[in-house]
């Protein structure tokens, strides 16, 4: 399985990008390890690692990776076995409304993931055959131009998501325990990252805290995680506070603060950077 196909590029009208069977990591589409758009990573074949979040996955054949908005993520494959898979980018936007039940919500997937911190589902092989046939049916619209297509392709996404709606709600698997590829130092210290991004937080510090020297801790987090800790600190606290300017009445210079930032300036500057736009323009919606 060596074909790749991206189509629907991103673009304002249509914020949609389809990678098929892509045999090298499905994650360098895009340069950001964060960004707006939902994600649906299907495996084929080989293996490797999902760093998503603060966890550490196993990636297998008939294993289906969902990832939120801003949401750290980084796929790891392995060399000898590199991962082959098909990957959906979209804007919530292309989600059609629910008026019909009120106790359902396309959106709802991703938010059960994100609050469950349970980004990956394993498929059956009855569900891995639906799934393959799906993205295979995407695949044919979207190349074909014909009439309609990308309506089509949209209409099957959003069967994807209910099947995997109805999987998440009905599963019965064992939580997931943890990964044995990272170090459990390093697993330790994106737990006390998470929890204390407020506080200052250096190379020197953390690898006092995980008894290991500055530059095996800088080898190893970007070995594993794929992401220097600067720019992993960094985004964390991106995260934290667009989810506080959006949520919440608190004060720019405040959210400033509760998330890390040693000064205004700072957090303007590292806020644009990673945003293209101030802090005050991205919770007014404009900029």
């Known amino acids: 399985m060596n074909k790749s196909s ?41 293996k490797g690692t999902f760093f998503i979040g603060d966890v550490f996955y196993d990636m297998r ?50 938010d059960l993931t994100k609050k469950r911190k349970k980004f990956k589902i394993s498929l059956t092989q009855n569900k891995r055959s639906r799934m393959e046939e799906q993205l295979l049916h995407i695949h044919q619209e979207s190349t074909s131009h014909a009439v309609g297509s990308k309506h089509a392709c949209m209409l099957t996404v959003h069967q994807i998501m209910l099947d995997l709606h109805r999987t998440r709600v009905n599963d019965k698997q064992a939580p997931f325990v943890g990964h044995t590829y990272s170090p459990e130092w390093l697993k330790a210290i994106l737990i006390h990252i998470n929890d204390h991004l407020s506080e200052p937080l250096t190379l020197t510090m953390l690898a006092d805290k995980a008894a290991v020297s500055p530059s095996h801790f800088s080898r190893v987090f970007k070995e594993t995680t794929g992401i220097g800790l600067v720019v992993y600190l960094n985004t964390k606290r991106i995260i934290k506070a667009k989810e506080l300017l959006l949520g919440t009445d608190h004060t720019v210079s405040s959210i400033a603060e509760m998330c890390g930032f040693e000064s205004m300036p700072q957090f303007y500057r590292t806020f644009k950077k990673y945003n293209d736009k101030t802090p005050a323009a991205f919770r007014n919606g404009t900029g």
């Open 6 to 46: 991206k189509v629907y590029d991103h673009d304002a009208l249509f914020p949609f990008v389809f990678v098929f069977q892509d045999t090298k990591s499905p994650q360098n589409e895009l340069s950001d390890h964060m960004h707006d758009f939902y994600e649906i990573v299907y495996v084929y074949s080989g």
């Open 61 to 110: 054949q008939g294993d289906v990776f969902l990832i939120p908005n801003n949401t750290i993520h980084r796929a790891l494959p392995d060399k000898d076995e590199p991962v082959t898979s098909t990957i959906i980018f979209f804007s919530p936007t292309l989600l059609y409304k629910d008026m019909i039940d009120d106790s359902f919500s396309y959106l709802h997937l991703f």
